[in-house]
Nanobody
């Protein structure tokens, strides 16, 4: 059983920055994909950023050039650096990870954190 725990959310003004962290109870070295999602109220979760085990990274168009996903050298923590935050970035943010190829390729994550709230005011 893998546990993921997010932290770093909060309330900021537009244009400010936040750094989200997601601590894994299992090393991320073997994870095939690790991602950040956000979920607007009443809507499905949307992928914000993903980093694959081979280092490839992908961002949603809405956050490209503002957000950066990374992991620490010890491979135990996933990060999301969020710069130039906008009110539309207000959401609950979740980290997720997958260790099996089928689930990773189909974005069917089975390991999720509990979420951390990000609120951006104008």
């Amino acid at each position: 059983q893998v546990t993921l725990e997010e932290s770093g959310g909060g309330s900021v003004q537009a244009g400010e920055s936040l750094r989200l962290s997601c601590v894994f109870s299992r090393y991320t070295t073997s994870a095939l994909c690790m991602a950040w999602f956000r979920q607007p109220p009443g809507k499905e979760r949307e992928e914000v950023a993903i980093i694959y085990g081979d280092g490839r990274i992908r961002y949603a168009d809405s956050v490209k050039d503002r957000f950066a996903i990374s992991r620490d050298n010890a491979k135990t923590t996933l990060y999301l650096q969020m710069n130039n935050l906008k009110p539309e970035d207000t959401d609950m943010y979740y980290c997720a990870a997958e260790w099996e190829e089928f689930y990773c390729l189909n974005s069917r994550y089975r390991s999720w954190g509990q979420g951390t709230q990000v609120t951006v005011s104008s």
